[in-house]
């Protein structure tokens, strides 16, 4: 059975359907991205996930239905979100924020070690970890974002546009980061509207398109698919 | 001449030792010095800098802008009133009172943030405006059909406080010297902020403290962290709320008189000043803040004497004069100490780093590259 199972996942705003019940699967130590256009729902797709939105359909993760629970119990059973726009907490520190990550966590002792890992990952945030995090660069917050959500040793990370905003340069330094903490075994659901870069780094992909899901399956072969190429790829 | 502060910083325990002595001997000084009325204004600052203290937990720790806290006052001020005066003819001991009124005040502060949960800034503002004057206007209203409240006339004889059956409320005499009650009310009123700086201080720290501070910054983040904030924020509105309402209760015994017009909207943007001025979330800040604004506006009345004695009659009314210096020091605080008076370390830095993002910006490209 897969870590995350999505069935018929519906959000709504009002009378807009943004996700019109879609289907999702996600194993245990898998990369899987979720990619498609400016308003295709992939963030409301996260947000039900999350329980940040109403939602209709079933979302069951690691054999409980999650459907209904608020979003902090869902965070404690072990799902946790890097928000659009990083959400990180500005006027606390860089440990602060980090620490703030752990929040659910007793194991003081391995908390301990996560940090330092997360210090290891990003030595920029070692540097700073006094700093205000909202003096952060552009880059650093989405670095503190991600360090945040490892600190939360979640079974599932949900990352929601880490690309965005970000200067190439530093957009290649997060993915990296993103790629290494996948090979280390975490299961993230990576959602990007830079299709390029999300189908690169993930085995397996879903497109979205309209509040449904368009096309599903290997990667590689979403990025040799000519509508994608087409559509997302500019080819 | 050797530095002061630097020596007292070097030892800690002296200067805890001395501040103690200052403290006890305190009203004893002012009381000689400046007069009887001096340390009435003395068991003020301490009531506002335990009000102060209250809503720094909601405003200053979880971020949540209340303007109608003086209700919470009201609340804890009426209900000592209607347990230990002739109003009902009920005369309870305060030990069961003074937490009654705590409790009430707790709970209407679940009250006023249940449906508020929502809300935020400046809508937020405007509903808790709404709630505090709510709460004066039904102690205005409720003499009739039935007397409650006794309206605007205020409830009077409320009952002093009295330990052991020895009442703060009259002057007695110990070792040959004459104490009089605002002398009493001092220690008791220290005895209590210093309870509600100690808990404060507990909460700033704890981890509700923390879970506060992630709800101020950013409320969705703070959920997918998993932190409850449904209840989190309810709990900082009742935990303010019941130092208000502790020091509501005080405030009662203390008068022997209460009426609406104690507790109006005036009263809650003046404590909500004292933070600002002081410098929010720092307790330290918050209590000179408190005293700050208690003591100024008594000391400008001798501007009044003043008047009369140089220039033969009152030329600028010191109540009107105290508006306007109001005004003037909080134009001048916003220019040159933004974060107030005793800033927390994290609003110190906040208002230093702000103009260093660029040059980081730059670097941290740079470190991509590298």
């Known amino acids: 059975m897969s870590l995350l199972e999505v069935k018929d996942l519906k959000v709504a705003y009002g009378g807009i359907r943004a996700v019109r019940g879609i289907d999702l699967a996600i194993d245990e130590g898998e990369l899987v991205c979720l990619i498609g256009a400016n308003g295709a729902g992939k963030s409301s797709v996260l947000k039900g996930l999350m329980g940040l939105v109403h939602h209709g359909g079933e979302v069951r993760f690691a054999g409980a239905r999650l459907n209904g629970l608020p979003t902090h119990a869902i965070a404690a059973k072990g799902m946790a979100l890097v928000p659009e726009g990083r959400g990180i907490f500005a006027r606390l520190s860089v440990a602060e924020n ?27 945030l070692a540097e700073r970890r006094a700093q205000l995090a ?18 939360a040793k979640p079974r599932l990370m949900l990352l929601d546009e880490p690309s965005m905003g970000l200067a190439p340069l530093v957009v290649r330094k997060i993915y990296r980061t993103i790629v290494d903490i996948a090979s280390e075994g975490a299961t993230i659901l990576l959602v990007e509207q830079n299709a390029n870069l999300a189908l690169q780094v993930s085995r397996r992909g879903y497109v979205m398109e309209s509040g449904s899901v368009a096309l599903t399956g290997a990667s590689q072969v979403l990025a040799a698919d000519p509508m994608v190429k087409a559509a997302y790829l500019g080819e | 001449m050797p530095n002061v502060p630097e020596w007292l910083r070097r030892h800690p325990r002296l200067a805890f030792g001395l501040l103690a002595v200052l403290l006890a ?5 002012v009381g000689a010095g ?9 068991d003020f600052a301490l009531l506002y800098a335990m009000l102060a203290l209250g809503l720094n937990i909601v405003v200053g720790y979880a971020g949540l802008l209340d303007l109608g806290y003086i209700a919470f006052y009201a609340l804890g001020a009426y209900l000592f009133a209607w347990l230990s005066s002739p109003q009902f003819g009920l005369h309870l001991p305060f030990w069961l009172v003074l937490p009654s009124g705590a409790l009430l005040a707790g709970g209407f502060g679940v009250l006023l943030g249940a449906p508020t949960l929502r809300l935020r800034g400046d809508y937020l503002a405007i509903v808790t405006l709404g709630f505090g004057e709510i709460v004066r206007i039904f102690m205005n209203n409720l003499d009739a059909p039935v007397n409650i409240t006794n309206g605007p006339q205020g409830i009077n004889l409320i009952d002093p406080i009295s330990i052991g059956g020895v009442s703060l409320g009259v002057r007695h005499t110990i070792l040959g010297v004459h104490v009089f009650p605002p002398t009493f009310y001092y ?12 808990v404060a201080m507990r909460l700033q720290d704890s981890r509700i403290g923390r879970a506060w501070a992630a709800i101020r910054e950013d409320e969705v983040a703070a959920a997918a962290m998993g932190i409850d904030t449904r209840s989190v924020k309810l709990l900082a509105f009742a935990m303010g709320a019941s130092f208000g309402g502790l020091a509501g209760g005080l405030f009662a015994a203390f008068q022997g008189f209460i009426s609406p017009e104690s507790f109006n909207l005036m009263e809650s943007v003046m404590i909500l000043c004292m933070i600002v001025l002081g410098g929010m979330g720092n307790i330290p800040g918050v209590i000179l803040g408190a005293v700050l604004l208690t003591v100024l506006p008594e000391a400008l009345r001798y501007l009044g004497a003043w008047q009369r004695a140089t220039l033969g ?7 009107d004069l105290r508006m306007l210096l109001f005004g003037l020091a909080m134009v001048a605080m916003m220019l040159f100490r933004p974060a107030g008076l005793l800033p927390s370390r994290q609003r110190k830095r906040e208002f230093r780093a702000e103009d260093g993002v660029a040059g980081q910006e730059a670097a941290s490209l740079y470190d991509a590259q590298a």
Request: net charge positive.
């Open chain 2, 187 to 198: 220690y008791l009123f220290l005895f209590f902020t210093l309870f509600t700086i100690l």
């Open chain 1, 134 to 151: 909202g003096t952060l660069s552009g880059g650093e917050q989405q670095m503190l974002a991600l360090g945040r959500a490892i600190m």
């Open chain 2, 34 to 42: 400046l007069g009887r009325g001096w340390v009435r204004v003395l």
């Open chain 2, 25 to 29: 001997v305190l009203p004893f000084i």
């Open chain 1, 98 to 124: 980090l620490d703030m990550g752990a929040y659910t966590r007793r194991d003081a002792g391995q908390v301990r070690l996560d940090l330092n890992r997360v210090y290891d990952l990003f030595p920029r």
């Open chain 2, 313 to 319: 009659h009152v030329v600028v009314d010191p109540n």
